[in-house]
């Protein structure tokens, strides 16, 4: 079973910046897409960016410029660097990979349990 951890997250002011991690465990396992999603204060869950295995990124429109998401395969690990923050980036950041053991072929959503951003004078 593969676990997702999220840390990074915390009290920034506006324009500020910080970098979120996502760390992924388990054993024989394989990661494919991974993705940050977010969710704010009474809205729903959106996606903000993806990247493949490969390293393609893809980032929704309100964070391209100001988002970098990366990740080290051999680490197991997804990153997203967020400069500019905003107030309106405030949420909740959830790590998402599809995921299945290295004996199985069929990939599985796991998401990690989050890790609160707040942008704030």
């Known amino acids: 079973q593969v676990q997702l951890v999220e840390s990074g997250g915390g009290l920034v002011q506006p324009g500020g910046s910080l970098r979120l991690s996502c760390a992924a465990s388990g054993s024989m396992f394989v990661i494919n897409t991974m993705r940050w999603y977010r969710q704010g204060p009474g809205k729903e869950r959106q996606l903000v960016a993806s990247?493949?295995?490969?390293?393609?990124?893809n980032y929704v429109e309100s964070v391209k410029g100001r988002f970098t998401i990366s990740r080290d395969n051999a680490a197991n690990m997804m990153y997203l660097q967020m400069n500019s923050l905003k107030p309106e980036d405030t949420a909740v950041y959830y790590c998402?990979?599809?995921?299945?053991?290295?004996?199985?072929?069929?990939?599985?959503?796991?998401w990690g349990q989050g890790t609160l951003v707040t942008v704030s004078s």
């Open positions: 990247i493949t295995n490969s390293g393609i990124p």
């Open positions: 998402y990979a599809e995921a299945r053991r290295a004996t199985e072929l069929s990939y599985l959503p796991v």
